[in-house]
């Protein structure tokens, strides 16, 4: 894998690259921590680099991410965000410049890219998870704007494409028509502070704060949504071991709309703190992931990260993420995920050789990399 190093110039040019930062601004969620994880690295990595984080805040009072460092500026726009999209759909106007000042590159981070001047256009694209799967997803109007109509605008604009996974690659292909020549793979990372082992006293302080007073499984749930196949793995962890209790970090609200009828074996955590989430997982016995789509599937990384067991699903690119490192299960097949569930918590022997080849396998995986492969394909657009 490219490391990242001698990208602070791309053939002694030195680039002006607006980066689409709404979502970093938002403390949780999949989509905040691939653009701060990313971008961070490249603020570092790319130091010669001017970068400026562009959002559009239309009537919400949230502050702007921005890590305050010399190569790095912010701008917020406050307009209505669907009459701007449909000037850049329809009229191409107004470019982005006419914000950003002029740049070479900007990359937008989920589904939408602007109108540019001279600037090159770079997209990410994280899953195509709805139009495979609709049904799994609860706000379906805003996923049909997003997957149906923002999506395929953005990818005509787009000079080149980032897909987090060869799934996702394989799904723009198949699902969009897409030019195959025009992806890019580019993993995600996992950040350092998951490999981290914090001191006896403060894991216990964070277990108590939790309640977590005895063994448990975690499934780190990130956005919960029916895709994410609580119910199913809930009934085949009791299966498996009834008593102990399986703690879910994510949204509480959506995940009791979600698990009804859950037992008192279930402890939903809520939405964690950064620095609460690395203690949470490492403290585990084992880490559920038997999800129904993904498009890379970063909880698996950070577990593995955080030297806990994984049992993962067969579908999409959890396989691809996880490699030899996991327990790899049907996730359809309750009976199955049980098996997997009781195999390792019966045997410290496997359970203990899949702590370290987890870490080693999400050692493999890095923001820097990540970053590095990110700026040589800026490089190579201009």
């Known amino acids: 894998m490219d490391d990242g190093k001698n990208t602070d110039k791309i ?9 689409d930062a709404y979502h970093a ?69 107004p470019a982005i410049e006419h914000w950003t000042g002029a ?14 001047d001279t600037a090159k256009c770079v997209l990410t694209v994280h899953d195509l998870t709805y139009l495979r799967h609709p049904e799994f997803f609860v706000y379906s109007g805003l996923n049909q704007r997003g997957y149906l109509k923002e999506l ?28 195959e020549d025009k992806i890019h793979v580019i993993y995600e990372g996992v950040e350092a502070h998951f490999f981290a082992r914090e001191p006896q006293e403060q894991q216990q302080k964070i277990l108590d704060k939790y309640h977590l007073n005895q063994p448990y499984m975690v499934f780190l749930v990130g956005t919960p949504e029916p895709r994410k196949n ?34 008192d074996k279930v402890c939903v955590l809520g939405s964690v703190p950064d620095e609460d989430l690395p203690i949470l997982l490492h403290a585990a016995e084992l880490s559920l992931y038997p999800s129904l789509y993904e498009g890379f599937g970063l909880p698996i990384l950070e577990s593995m990260a955080a030297g806990v067991p994984v049992i993962t699903s067969n579908i999409s ?31 410290k022997i496997k359970a203990d050789c899949m702590r370290k080849q987890g870490e080693e396998r999400a050692a493999l995986f890095s923001w820097q990399r990540a970053a590095g492969d990110v700026l040589q394909l800026y490089g190579q657009l201009v």
């Open 11 to 19: 053939d002694g040019y030195s680039m002006r690259i607006a980066l």
């Open 25 to 93: 601004a938002s403390a949780h969620g999949g989509i905040a921590r691939y653009t701060r994880g990313l971008a961070s690295a490249m603020f570092e990595l790319g130091s010669s680099h001017e970068f400026m984080l562009f959002s559009n805040r239309f009537r919400e009072n949230i502050e702007a991410w921005n890590p305050h460092l010399p190569n790095v500026s912010s701008t917020t726009l406050h307009a209505p965000k669907r009459l701007i999209q449909a000037a850049w759909e329809y009229l191409s106007w």
């Open 103 to 116: 740049i070479d590159i900007y990359h937008g981070m989920h589904f939408v890219l602007p109108a540019t």
């Open 152 to 179: 395929p605008a953005a990818l005509k604009r787009a000079d080149a494409v980032i897909a987090v996974s060869e799934s996702t690659k394989d799904d723009l292909v198949t699902l969009m028509d897409y030019s």
């Open 230 to 263: 609580l119910e199913r793995t809930i009934r085949a962890a009791q299966m498996a071991a009834p008593d102990m209790p399986v703690a879910l970090i994510g949204n509480p609200d959506l995940i009791q709309v979600l698990l009804e009828d859950a037992s």
């Open 317 to 347: 690119s959890c396989p691809e993420v996880a490699g030899d490192a996991a327990i790899i299960v049907d996730p359809y097949n309750e009976e199955e995920i049980s098996q997997a569930i009781a195999s390792v918590l019966g045997d």
